[in-house]
C-alpha cells in the first residue's frame, strides 16, 4: 500500500491533530493502523488559493454522483481551471448553481451528476459565467 508524506499541518482547536500514515480501509480492516504519519491541516490540504476560495453552502443533491450532498460545505477556487468534466459554480441569468461542467457538440453546458434523479443540463450563453471550480467538500456527521 503507498503512503505520501504529508506537508502540511493540521490545527484542531489549537492543537494539532496527526494523520495516520495508511489509508484507512472501507472494507476488510488493517491491522497496520496505528502508525501516525506527519500531521496535517484539511483545510489548507482542500484550499490550494487561499485569497480566491470562497466557501459556499449546498443545497439540493444534483451532484450526488460526485460525492457532494445536500448540506456539504464546497470550497470554490475562482483560480482553478475551468476544464470539461470539473466540478464548478457557476452564474446563470443571476441564479448561482453548482453543477459538473460539459461540451456537447461544440457548446457548453452545467449537467448533473446524479443518475437517481433527473435534472435538466443547462446551457451556457454568453451571460453565463463559470465562477470558479470545487475544490473540496467539507461534510459533518452528526455524533448524538
Do not use: Q
Request: proline residues 6%; negative net charge.
Amino acid at each position: 500500500m503507498p503512503v505520501f508524506p504529508v506537508e502540511t499541518l493540521v490545527i484542531a482547536n489549537g492543537m494539532p491533530v496527526r494523520l495516520v500514515a495508511n489509508a484507512v480501509s472501507a472494507g476488510f480492516p488493517s491491522p497496520a493502523g496505528d502508525d501516525l504519519e506527519d500531521e496535517i491541516d484539511p483545510i489548507s490540504w482542500v484550499v490550494r488559493h487561499p485569497s480566491s476560495t470562497f466557501w459556499w453552502r449546498v443545497e439540493g443533491d444534483c451532484l450526488w454522483d460526485a460525492g457532494i450532498r445536500d448540506g456539504d460545505i464546497i470550497a470554490v477556487d475562482r483560480a482553478g481551471k475551468r476544464r470539461v468534466g470539473r466540478a464548478v459554480l457557476a452564474v446563470v441569468e443571476g441564479a448561482v448553481t453548482a453543477k459538473m461542467l460539459r461540451k456537447r457538440d461544440g457548446r457548453y453546458f452545467l449537467a448533473p451528476a446524479n443518475s437517481k434523479e433527473s435534472f435538466p443540463d443547462i446551457e451556457l450563453t454568453e451571460d453565463s459565467e463559470i465562477w470558479g471550480v470545487i475544490a473540496g467538500v467539507v461534510r459533518r456527521y452528526d455524533l448524538e
